[in-house]
T-cell receptor, first 113, second 113 residues
Framework: GQQVMQIPQYQHVQEGEDFTTYCNSSTTLSNIQWYKQRPGGHPVFLIQLVKSGEVKKQKRLTFQFGEAKKNSSLHITATQTTDVGTYFC?????????????FGAGTQVVVTP | DTAVSQTPKYLVTQMGNDKSIKCEQNLGHDTMYWYKQDSKKFLKIMFSYNNKELIINETVPNRFSPKSPDKAHLNLHINSLELGDSAVYFCASNDRGRRDTIYFGEGSWLTVV
């Protein structure tokens, strides 16, 4: 079945540094979504990418969808303590099941001041 | 105004007991979900209802039974609780017709002792 893998599993970042987390799917995705979960919180939608090669920016966050629509990345510049949390990518398990998402295992981000 | 609300937020119970978690959404969405997050933060879909009709039923023990009295409510009843059921259960909703992203509730922390 479809698998969505994320690396790294853990990311320790010094405040002010940049980092990237990667998401890879075993199958082509119709879209990919990114969610952020703060410690003790619930997943919150960040962005959805649909087109091959699409790049979207949200302030210091840059999201990219691969040309083959099988991988994605999230790049955060000038990391802040507010970026702490776990970042999940997720893709639909079938082409018509936009809500039945296969989540990656997440990248847990720790920021040191 | 909480969009997706779950009760209870915390639940500690003994093995063998039966418990229920309730969920309500006021977003006017037509589809609701139950996701389970284990201790390693892995998120996995359990069930989905669209307009009160069960549309997704992943490989979940029969002890778990969802019920949707109307499209704004989706409850989860668990019989004969086991230690392995300890997890965070997230209710979620979206508008499947618009292929909207998923909105998660704040989660219900279940601990079976």
């Amino acid at each position: 079945g479809q698998q969505v893998m994320q690396i790294p599993q853990y990311q320790h970042v010094q405040e002010g540094e940049d980092f990237t987390t990667y998401c890879n799917s075993s199958t082509t995705l119709s879209n990919i979504q990114w969610y952020k979960q703060r410690p003790g919180g619930h997943p919150v939608f960040l962005i959805q990418l649909v087109k091959s090669g699409e790049v979207k920016k949200q302030k210091r966050l840059t999201f990219q969808f691969g040309e083959a629509k099988k991988n994605s990345s999230l790049h955060i510049t000038a990391t802040q303590t507010t970026d702490v949390g776990t970042y999940f990518c997720a893709g639909p398990m079938t082409t018509d099941s936009w809500g039945k998402l296969q989540f990656g295992a997440g990248t847990q981000v720790v920021v040191t001041p | 105004d909480t969009a997706v609300s779950q009760t209870p937020k915390y639940l500690v119970t003994q093995m063998g007991n039966d418990k229920s978690i309730k969920c309500e959404q006021n977003l006017g969405h037509d589809t609701m979900y139950w996701y389970k997050q284990d201790s390693k933060k892995f998120l996995k879909i359990m069930f989905s209802y669209n307009n009160k009709e069960l549309i997704i039923n992943e490989t979940v023990p029969n002890r778990f039974s969802p019920k949707s009295p109307d499209k704004a409510h989706l409850n989860l009843h668990i019989n004969s609780l086991e230690l392995g059921d300890s997890a965070v259960y997230f209710c979620a909703s979206n508008d499947r017709g618009r292929r909207d992203t998923i909105y998660f509730g704040e989660g219900s922390w279940l601990t079976v002792v």
